[in-house]
């Protein structure tokens, strides 16, 4: 169904709900992208679970926060020419079965035509000078890490789904430190790291701009990997569960998957994926250390390979 405006002043409407966390939110720019091209006469409006990521998006006309949508039905929704666009690509089966990237399914959900649409972060050039000014007191080129993900509902700070064992990293990064200067973007209750300065910021774009500025990037499968990719920064990302082609990028990105052994577990407990991405089951972890990554596949991926 094509979008139609009858002047612009009644221009019609399509409006993007999208749940989840942050880089679930830069996944969605992707198919914001792909509704403007498919209703371009149609003012795009995105009600998110993370507005930040939305801010100077060329492909939407207004962002709201969930749950902060005064008057919304009545300006949007009652007796107005609108398409509402809502899914939930975590529940379509090529996702659970792992076979397809997530904005793909998305905008097979939602009756839109995907061609590879690139995610996007739009940063102004105050932010990015902010951080530089930030960063002046290091005089090595930054290595950007993050070995941590989750949000403030995680009850546990450490998931052994998608989280990077800082004991595993201790020699890679050593190796590192000798080249670049080193900033760990982290939450305080999270593993910190001895000598290794690190950042949080009540506002995630100062780390979008930290993302953008940094010379090398050691990630996991959390937001810095995807913010990583909508600003044009290959990174080497780590995976001790292999979701590289639902939730990553293949094809940009050094992509290190554990080859760690695993035991035989019962996954009593989970249900459409093989495990919480909180690693809330630790009955289900099946990894017998916290060694499961090729240390000098580490090193040489952040500091030889052309990103």
């Known amino acids: 169904m094509k979008g139609h405006s009858s002047g612009s002043e009644n221009q019609g409407h399509a409006i993007f709900h999208v749940d989840g966390g942050i880089g679930k939110n830069i996944m969605a720019?992707?198919?914001a992208s792909a509704i403007k091209r498919e209703h371009p006469d149609r003012k795009l409006v995105v009600v998110s679970s993370w507005p930040v990521v939305w801010i100077n998006n060329p492909d939407i006309y207004r962002f709201y926060a969930n749950g902060m949508t005064p008057y919304f039905y009545e300006d949007y929704i009652k007796d107005k020419d609108v398409i509402i666009?809502?899914?939930?690509?975590?529940?379509h089966q090529d996702f659970i079965n792992k076979k397809r990237c997530l904005p793909d399914i998305w905008c097979e959900q939602l009756g839109v035509t995907y061609n590879n649409d690139p995610t996007k972060i739009i940063l102004t050039i105050g932010e990015k000078e902010k951080i530089k000014r930030k960063l002046e007191k290091f005089k090595k080129p930054i290595l950007a890490l993050q070995t941590n993900g989750g949000g403030p509902e995680q009850e546990y700070p450490i998931s052994w789904v998608r989280d990077a064992p800082v004991e595993n990293l201790s020699k890679p990064l050593h190796e590192i430190s000798k080249a670049f200067d080193i900033v760990h973007i982290r939450k305080e209750n999270q593993p910190h790291i001895d000598n290794v300065d690190f950042m949080d910021s009540e506002n995630i774009r100062d780390l979008f701009a930290l993302i953008d500025f940094s010379s090398r990037r050691l990630f996991i499968d959390s937001f810095a990997q995807h913010a990583a990719k909508a600003l044009g920064k290959p990174s080497t990302v780590l995976w001790p569960v292999n979701n590289v082609k639902t939730l990553g990028y293949p094809d940009f990105?050094?992509?290190?998957?554990s080859k760690a052994p695993k035991r035989k577990v019962h996954l009593i407990d989970s249900y459409f994926s093989d495990a919480p991405i909180d690693g809330s089951n630790t009955h289900e972890n099946p990894f017998d250390t916290n060694f499961i990554f090729d240390e000098k596949a580490i090193e040489n991926s952040v500091l030889h390979r052309r990103l």
């Not at 666009?85 to 529940?91: D, I, R």
């Not at 990105?253 to 998957?257: A, E, F, K, L, P």
């Open 29 to 31: 720019t992707a198919v």
């Open 85 to 91: 666009l809502k899914s939930e690509p975590y529940h």
């Open 253 to 257: 990105h050094h992509n290190i998957v």
